[in-house]
C-alpha cells in the first residue's frame, strides 16, 4: 500500500489526496506536523532531502516528492492525464505555472495569514504576494472565461493542481469576486465525482 | 519550423536552446528585452498570458510556455526523457524542484545583481534568497554524491533544467566550492555531446 506523508491543511497534500479519492487508491496516511519541524528531521530527511511534504512512499521505500509530480505518477494511465504529446506539454504548463506564479502568491498568503503569529514580519510580505496572485488568477480567469476546463476541455490534474488553493485563496486575502469564470469553474470542479474537501480525514487504512 | 521566443541572457530560455542544441532541432528564434517589458506587450499576451519567455510557438500558431513544460515536449520520444513511469515521475520531481525551490533562489539573485540597478531595493532580498539557494544546492550535493546524474543514471531534461542556473549560479552571488560532487556534475553535463553556452548565439535560420 502507499503512503502518503502529509500534513492535513496543505494544499499541496491535497493535491494526492483529492486525486486518490477519485481513483479509489487505498493508502496509509501520516501526518506531520509541518509547523513544528517534523518535516526536517533526520528521519524524514532520508526520505526527501528536501525537507517537504507531500511525500509518497511506496511499498518498496522508495519515494516520489513535489506534488505535481506524484499528481502525474498517480494519474498515468488514466482519464485525469489525458493522451497527446502537445496536451500532456500543456497539462504540465498549467502545473509549473501553478508552482511557480500561483502557489507562492495564493498559497504562501495564506500559510502566513493562518499559521503564523499575528506580528510576524513575515506579513510584511502580505501586499506584493498578494499583487502576484491576483496576477495569476487574472491568468486563470482570462483563460477560463473561454474553457471549461484548463486543458482539453476535461477535468485533468493541471485542474487539480490550481483548484488545491485556489479553492482556500481567501484565506490568505485574495478576494475571487472579480474572477467570475474562475469561481464557476471552482464549482465544477467541487461537482467531480469522488471529491473530498481540503480538511476531510483521510480514510483510516 | 518552431519558434522560439527568449532572452538570451535567460537561463529559462538557455534550457530549451540547449536542448534543441543536442538534438539537432532547428528553430526561428525571436529575442524579447524583457528589461524593457517587451513580454508585457499585447500581441504577447496573445501568445502567453502570463508575460514570460520562453515561449515556443508551432507553426498553426498554437504556442507552449513553462521551460521545463518546453523541455517535456522537445524530449519526449528521445533519449533526453527517459521511459518508465517511475523515472518520468522523477524526473518531473527533479523539475518541480527546480522551479519551486531553486530558481527563485539562484536565478532570482543573478537577476537581482546582473540587471536591476546598484541601489535597487530588491538588493535587500538577496541574504534571504541566497541562503535558501544554498539549501537547494546542498540538497543537489547530497543527491549528486552518490549519482552521476539526477535520474537513471544518465542525462536527462532534469540535468537540463538543473544546470541552466546552477552553472551560472556564481553571478547572483553563491559560492560553489563548497559543492564538489556538484561541481563535478556540471562538468559532465558541459561534456555532453551538442553542448551550448548560455550566451552562444542561436543559429540563425
Known sequence: MLTLHDYLDSGNGYKARLLMSQLA???RYVQLDITM??????????????????LLEFEDGRCLAESDAILWYLAE?????????MVRALVLQWMFFEQYSHEPYVATPRWIVKHLPA?????????????R?????????GHLATHRFF???????ADIALYAYTHVADEGGHDLSPYPALRD????VAAQ?????????????
Do not use: C
Not at 37 to 53: E, V, Y
Not at 193 to 205: N, W
Open 151 to 157: 486543458v482539453a476541455d476535461r477535468y485533468s490534474i
Open 193 to 205: 465525482p469522488g471529491h473530498v474537501g481540503l480538511l476531510d480525514q483521510p480514510p483510516a487504512h
Open 119 to 131: 506580528d510576524s514580519p513575515r506579513r510584511a510580505e502580505l501586499p506584493e504576494r498578494l499583487k
Open 77 to 85: 494511465g488514466t482519464p485525469f492525464l489525458p493522451e497527446g504529446r
Open 37 to 54: 519541524g517534523a518535516t526536517r528531521t533526520p528521519q524524514f530527511l532520508a526520505k526527501n532531502a528536501n525537507g517537504r511534504i507531500p
Open 133 to 141: 496572485g491576483r496576477e495569476a488568477l487574472a491568468v486563470m480567469e
Open 25 to 27: 487508491i487505498p493508502y
Open 185 to 188: 469553474w471552482l464549482s465544477r
